[in-house]
């Protein structure tokens, strides 16, 4: 009875102590071989998070003597603008080491690891009464421990159910994309609840994944996708202990009803369909354009009508519902430059009444995107590629990074700065200032970074047969050789991009300075579109002190 007293008062705590990891409104895309150009799997994420560290490094695989103890890390998500290696702290907990550990880059989360395991990220929030603070693990720590020791997406999968079973979760509701070279599936985990403590006999933490079926995507946007559970289909769905017995305990599910259990709405009960489901219906009718999906309640996953390619997907990220209802372009807000982006917060009051921003796909906040790809018909050392993108998913520029580079590019990593720290040798600033240039005057400023993004990204994406067909000529004969050539042109590639986006930066500068824009030839002065000029006239046209006739 005691300890059911407590539930209210401890359910605050561990709501205030994991306020850091709800603030994270992540856009996740799962792109099947079957669904795929060139037959590779894909997951991507949108570190939407605003404040979080951007850099990202290589963890070196690491043979374990027997008997060796690790400490789980705790690596936070939102860091107050400092980057992740400085705020970093250990758990206290220690736990059994593995003979060997794989190599992965890391960022916010485990990105990728040596065996073309890809992982993504999006919170899905969960019931405020399931969080705990006495579980160890958060969805940071489990990502890095399951590029550690996952070999394949059901292992990685098995790796984070395992240990936050074990251990506890004390994350949020939370989604991760995992692929290997053959499936993707999509993994979603709450927490038991505040009162369970590391030795209960209740596990701690409930999670099930599931199967997207090849030729599909599948996308995930900060509310839980996964609806009913077949627990006697092992080839598609995942899951952990005591899910059946919670929800009869809880009145949720009745076996006896013939109804299947439905994870979403009884373990997640978190859907929002305008922030959240927008975003799925809209990537769903881009890439099924006859599916007519709307929000109220997508599916889980959709047949591709096309192929994606990794220009695609990476489209896909950079939509504001651009030729829908919902286009940011066209409203007032947009401003005389049909400028689709609205700062943070989403929700706002005005005079007592509450608004909301529409939360488009590409959203300001972004610290990166990335994609990952995985390839298996090349050998790993080639086959597995991180693509990188700093900063806002619209104006971004996407480099590679193949997953056996012995280090990570100075300009993502050491160079990298943070937001505490501006400096020119980092990629993402360059990105991020060209970003931020770009809101004062969308409409003519994005078609010359668009114009960047499809000569530098778009060399990396041609590039690429060729960069794998080398590496693997190289890797028959000299592994380290044919790393060491992938690292230097992953770093080469990166410090061009970054050299290019600084001088994108001063062309744009010159070339719209003052308002006016120069071509080179003649400077004009266009003045403000005429059908925003209608729209302020409509509104302020018979105020004398704002407009004279």
């Known amino acids: 009875m005691f300890r059911r007293l407590r539930i ?3 359910t605050v705590v561990a709501m205030l ?16 071989p079957g669904a795929s150009v060139d037959g590779s799997a894909t997951v991507t994420h949108t570190a939407d998070c605003g404040s979080c560290a951007f850099e990202i490094w290589k963890v070196p695989a690491m043979d374990w003597a027997p008997g060796s103890m690790v400490e789980v890390p705790y690596l936070p998500q939102s860091t107050g603008g400092q980057r992740i290696s400085i705020a970093s ?11 060997h550990t794989y190599a992965y880059i890391a960022g916010l989360f485990g990105m990728i690891n040596e065996h073309q395991v890809g992982i993504g990220e999006t919170t899905i929030g969960g019931r405020a009464d399931f969080r705990n603070q006495n579980g160890y693990f958060d969805i940071t720590n489990l990502s890095m421990l399951a590029l550690e020791r996952g070999a394949t997406a059901r292992e990685a999968i098995q790796v984070m159910g395992d240990l936050a079973v074990k251990y506890g979760y004390s994350d949020g509701g939370e989604e991760l994309s995992v692929a290997d070279t053959k499936e993707c599936w999509v993994f979603e985990i709450v927490g038991p609840g505040p009162l369970w403590e590391v030795g209960d006999p209740e596990p701690g933490a409930y999670w099930v994944a599931a199967r997207v079926p090849d030729g599909h995507i599948s996308v995930s946007t900060n509310s839980s996708v996964i609806e009913e559970i077949d627990f006697d289909d092992p080839e598609n769905f995942m899951y952990g202990p005591g899910i059946r017995e919670f929800a009869i305990e809880k009145g949720w599910w009745d076996p006896s009803s013939g109804k299947a259990l439905n994870w979403r709405w009884d ?8 922030y959240s489901y927008r975003r799925i219906a809209r990537i769903f009718n881009r890439v099924d354009p006859e599916g007519n999906y709307t929000e109220e309640n997508p599916p889980f ?18 939509d504001h519902y651009e030729g829908t209802e919902f286009d940011q372009t066209t409203s007032l807000t947009a401003g005389p430059f049909a400028n689709p982006r609205r700062y943070p917060g989403w929700n706002f009051s005005v005079d007592g009444v509450n608004y909301s921003w529409n939360r488009t796909v590409s959203a300001i906040g972004c610290e990166y995107v990335i994609m990952t790809q995985s390839r298996g018909w090349l050998p790993n050392e080639i086959g597995g590629v991180l693509w990188y993108a700093p900063a806002v998913p619209a104006t971004n520029v996407f480099v590679p990074i193949y997953n056996s580079v012995s280090k990570t590019p100075a300009t993502l990593n050491e160079k990298a700065g943070s937001h505490m ?17 770009a809101d004062l005057r969308w409409k003519d400023m994005i078609v010359d970074i668009n114009a960047a993004q499809a000569k530098y990204e778009g060399a990396a994406f ?26 230097k042109y992953c770093e080469t590639n990166a410090n061009t991009v970054r050299d290019a986006w600084w001088g994108l930066l001063d062309t744009l500068l010159w070339k719209y300075n003052g308002g006016n824009v120069n071509d080179g030839k003649k400077i004009s002065s266009p003045g403000y579109p005429v059908e925003w000029l209608r729209k302020v006239v409509a509104i302020e046209g018979d105020a004398d002190h704002y407009l004279r006739k």
């Open 8 to 10: 209210s008062v401890i």
């Open 462 to 487: 041609r590039e690429q047969p060729a960069i794998d067909a080398a590496a693997a000529e190289l890797l028959k004969t000299d592994p380290a050789a044919a790393v060491e050539f992938l690292t």
């Open 17 to 32: 102590a994991l306020m850091s990891a709800g603030t994270l409104a992540c856009t996740s895309i799962l792109v099947t």
């Open 421 to 437: 720290e501006f400096t020119r040798e980092s990629l993402w600033w360059a990105v991020s200032t060209v970003n931020t240039l």
């Open 89 to 99: 702290k250990p758990t206290g907990l220690m736990i059994p080491q593995v003979p």
């Open 301 to 318: 996953s959709v047949k591709v009508a096309e192929k994606l390619s990794m220009a695609d997907i990476a489209a896909l990220h950079r």
């Open 267 to 274: 373990f997640c009960d978190r859907v929002r369909t305008d």
